[in-house]
């Protein structure tokens, strides 16, 4: 029996639906948007239906923009791709959009579409210089109410490349954090597992939260921040709250979950008893949220001696990895950063700079440089003329920057380090 081409109806849909879903996994191009398909139709898209005892062997769709229309969906059963049935439908098509005044139709479709030669039948011409560029968002709706839930985000991209200083910690993260989870195949070919949860341990200001954000902006994934404060101020128990914070965090593809302060939400049960069932329920947690590859949990303490110590053991914890205070080349790079949109005398010397702020964390450094600069934009505004920062400018500045870092507390994390370092 011949088919029949007609235009579509809402009756349609299931069937139409079933010949485009056999069409795209045959020519093994993206999942079929249902949704949008419905959308189409519900706002006016135009269509021809093949049928044969009213069962649909062929469907085209186009959406119509003014004067153009583009074929937005394309397909015929494959027991007919011996049969004409594609150009019967694409004409049928072609006269209902002439009679709307459309001037000019589109189609894109794969190089293996069986639809192609229907195409090239109807006179339709590949264009030529044209590049399709498409990106795959990077959550799914479902995970966007997850993470908005829980207060995250996805950082901005290039994070990672404004870490300055502090190559020896990023060079270390770059291979044993971000390589493994960016290429995990690579990884699982020479055996390495990626890890799934990482403690950096150092004193306050030296850019834990802001290597947590990195690697999130790195691997492109979303980040979480879970306050401690913020799970104690729920409905429930602090317990109940991780609990349901890594369940439901732990529906996502990928994410970064960062905790902060972290000894304050797993301290020594020793020494503070009354945080045991907190500190029971991370336990019973975090190898939960281990199970499944392509999530990472970054906690972040600046007293590693004081979180529990079965929190911090092999099979809970991959990686604990301390990050100091700068070193002098670091404080080079982080005075160069700080300095560059600043007008300087030529006589400024950043390595000089660098030599005489030991201790100093990022932080420190951005403020000295700020200093130094309102004393010479106050110059400026005295004068009424131009005023560029110099080294006095510096030094007076450093005269009124306390290091954040202490030489004890050096010594300490020195310790910490040797101690705890696990990479």
Not at 169 to 191: D, T, Y
Not at 197 to 207: M, N, Y
Not at 221 to 238: I, Y
Not at 396 to 404: H, K, V
Request: charged share 25%; net charge negative.
């Amino acid at each position: 029996m011949s088919p029949l081409v007609r235009d579509s109806t809402p009756d349609d849909l299931s069937g139409a639906l079933r010949v485009l879903e056999e069409t795209a996994l045959a020519t093994q191009s993206e999942p079929l948007d249902l949704a949008r398909i419905v959308t189409d139709i519900q706002h006016g898209a135009v269509g021809a239906t093949a049928v044969v005892d009213d069962e649909v062997i062929g469907t085209v769709l186009a959406r119509i923009d003014g004067p153009t229309a583009e074929i937005t969906a394309f397909g015929v059963a494959s027991r007919w791709h011996g049969e004409p049935i594609g150009a019967s439908l694409l004409a049928h098509l072609e006269t209902t959009l002439s009679q709307q005044g459309v001037q000019r139709i589109s189609a894109l479709v794969s190089p293996d579409h069986p639809g192609r030669g229907a195409l090239e039948a109807r006179g339709f011409v590949a264009a030529e210089g044209l590049v399709r560029y498409q990106k795959k968002p990077s959550l799914e709706p479902e995970e966007v109410h997850i993470v908005k839930r829980w207060g995250g985000e996805m950082c901005s991209a290039g994070l990672w490349d404004e870490v300055a200083g502090m190559e020896r910690e990023k060079s270390l993260i770059e291979s044993r954090i971000v390589a493994p989870l960016a290429e995990p195949e690579l990884a699982m070919r020479v055996g390495m597992r990626a890890p799934s949860t990482v403690i950096l341990f150092g004193p306050p200001g030296t850019g834990k939260t802001t290597f947590a954000r990195a690697i999130a902006s790195r691997l492109d994934w979303p980040f979480v921040e879970l306050l401690p404060s913020k799970l104690a101020s729920g409905e429930g128990s602090l317990a109940n709250e991780v609990r349901d914070a890594f369940q439901d965090l732990g529906r996502l593809e990928h994410v970064v979950v960062f905790i902060d302060e972290f000894e304050e939400l797993a301290p020594s049960r020793d020494v503070r008893p009354a945080t045991t069932g907190v500190v029971n329920e991370l336990l019973k947690s975090i190898p939960e949220f281990r199970r499944r590859p392509g999530r990472l949990l970054v906690c972040a303490t600046n007293f590693v001696a004081t979180v529990d110590p079965a929190v911090m053991r092999p099979g809970r914890f991959d990686l604990l990895i301390g990050i100091g205070p700068p070193d002098a080349q670091a404080l080079k790079a982080l005075w160069e950063q700080a300095l560059l949109p600043i007008a300087t005398s030529d006589d400024v010397d950043p390595v000089d700079i660098a030599g005489r702020t030991k201790g100093f964390t990022p932080g420190d450094v951005d403020l000295a440089a700020q200093r130094a600069a309102a004393a010479a934009f106050d110059r400026a505004r005295a004068s009424d003329g131009h005023a560029v920062v110099t080294p006095a400018d510096l030094l007076d500045a450093l005269a009124r920057t306390q290091p954040s870092i202490p030489t004890e507390l050096v010594q300490s994390f020195n310790v910490e380090a040797e101690r705890f370092g696990r990479v």
